[in-house]
T-cell receptor, first 114, second 114 residues
Framework: AQSVTQPDIHITVSEGASLELRCNYSYGATPYLFWYVQSPGQGLQLLLKYFSGDTLVQGIKGFEAEFKRSQSSFNLRKPSVHWSDAAEYFCAVGPQGGSEKLVFGKGTKLTVNP | DGGITQSPKYLFRKEGQNVTLSCEQNLNHDAMYWYRQDPGQGLRLIYYSQIVNDFQKGDIAEGYSVSREKKESFPLTVTSAQKNPTAFYLC?????????????FGPGTRLTVT
């Protein structure tokens, strides 16, 4: 069965510092991978996605993520965090080939200190 | 602008009453989904539909019902049989084909049952 683990429930960084949010997945083949962001009381917004090809993918708001097959990881990074990046971040995995079900991690809450 | 609308944003009901949450999309997506979100639990799939007049149970369908009479609409009814209905409910949609699991989310409805 597919599963997604986000090991960090809560991360605090200072504004301007770099950020890395971890995501590990369990799946038998190469999956589709996603990162979503959720501001308090809002829906989820798609940050970026990996389907195939280049393992370093760029997303919106200056975020990027790297797919590492050998480590079953898809970590999210940003070189310099802004106060507006404070939110909850969800990693999700879905099987290639168009299956409808995504499996979500439990999320990592990001706090940004001024 | 294309998107997903959910109404209302906040909903209050007395215990024992059924309540219907609205979800409409104008993205021309074939598939639609309902998730429930509780603090620290991530997203859990309630029901999903890949095509009009057809839907499948997700992981936590008990106490919920849906209909899909139109491509644009996928209302969710929370019945009195749902033991703990207070939660944040998210609707999503995705296109058909190989990107079927690239989901886009609405703003959510927070349901409080007392």
């Amino acid at each position: 069965a597919q599963s997604v683990t986000q090991p960090d429930i809560h991360i605090t960084v200072s504004e301007g510092a770099s950020l890395e949010l971890r995501c590990n997945y369990s799946y038998g083949a190469t999956p589709y991978l996603f990162w979503y962001v959720q501001s308090p009381g809002q829906g989820l917004q798609l940050l970026l996605k990996y389907f195939s090809g280049d393992t370093l993918v760029q997303g919106i708001k200056g975020f990027e993520a790297e797919f590492k097959r050998s480590q079953s990881s898809f970590n999210l990074r940003k070189p310099s965090v802004h106060w507006s990046d404070a939110a909850e971040y969800f990693c999700a995995v879905g099987p290639q080939g168009g299956s409808e079900k995504l499996v979500f991690g439990k999320g990592t809450k990001l706090t940004v200190n001024p | 602008d294309g998107g997903i609308t959910q109404s209302p944003k906040y909903l209050f009901r007395k215990e024992g009453q059924n309540v219907t949450l609205s979800c409409e999309q104008n993205l021309n997506h074939d598939a639609m989904y309902w998730y429930r979100q509780d603090p620290g639990q991530g997203l859990r799939l309630i029901y999903y539909s890949q095509i009009v007049n057809d839907f499948q149970k997700g992981d936590i369908a008990e106490g919920y019902s849906v209909s899909r009479e139109k491509k644009e609409s996928f209302p969710l009814t929370v019945t009195s049989a749902q033991k703990n209905p207070t939660a944040f409910y998210l609707c999503a949609s995705s296109p058909s084909g190989p990107h079927l699991n690239e989901q886009y989310f609405g703003p959510g409805t927070r349901l409080t049952v007392t």
